[in-house]
């Protein structure tokens, strides 16, 4: 939000905004570099991307009016509907969820060392597939027995 208050208060002081470029030979800058300059510290190189994008420019030259007036409805539009209080309140949610789920997990030492037996057994039966039709249910295959040589 601190980006696009920034951003909306250089468009509106510059007197020359430009696309294609971050700055030009005659003092013009792009508005991102304009918000940053008036204190917004954010990198948003998507939308330097996008504000060429939009503007169809090629190489550097001064927004139009239209294109000026269009970034600033859009900023405006976009805090107008942005209110600290939601952020806020999910922040603070958030936060509250958190410590209840950290005072009710069970401590490491505690849930390390588990009482009583451990017992290892398996959860399915075991598959025959490989045997194909030789294997009859019930029955056991006969294996060919060899001597070990070692």
Request: proline letters at 6%.
């Amino acid at each position: 939000m601190a980006t696009r208050e920034a951003m909306l208060t250089a468009v509106r002081a510059s007197e020359r905004i430009i696309a294609g470029a971050y700055v030009d030979r005659q003092g013009g800058v792009c508005p991102m570099l304009a918000a940053h300059r008036n204190g917004g510290r954010t990198d948003f190189i998507s939308f330097a991307r996008s504000w060429d994008r939009f503007t169809r420019a090629e190489q550097a030259r001064p927004a139009t009016p239209r294109e000026v007036g269009i970034l600033t409805d859009h900023l405006e539009a976009s805090l107008a509907t942005v209110s600290g209080l939601e952020l806020d309140l999910a922040i603070k949610e958030h936060r509250e969820l958190r410590s209840r789920r950290l005072r009710r997990r069970p401590r490491l030492a505690d849930a390390a060392d588990p009482s009583g037996e451990i017992v290892a057994r398996r959860v399915g039966k075991p598959v025959r597939r490989f045997l194909g039709d030789r294997f009859e249910a019930g029955k056991r295959p006969e294996r060919p027995r060899t001597p070990v040589v070692g």
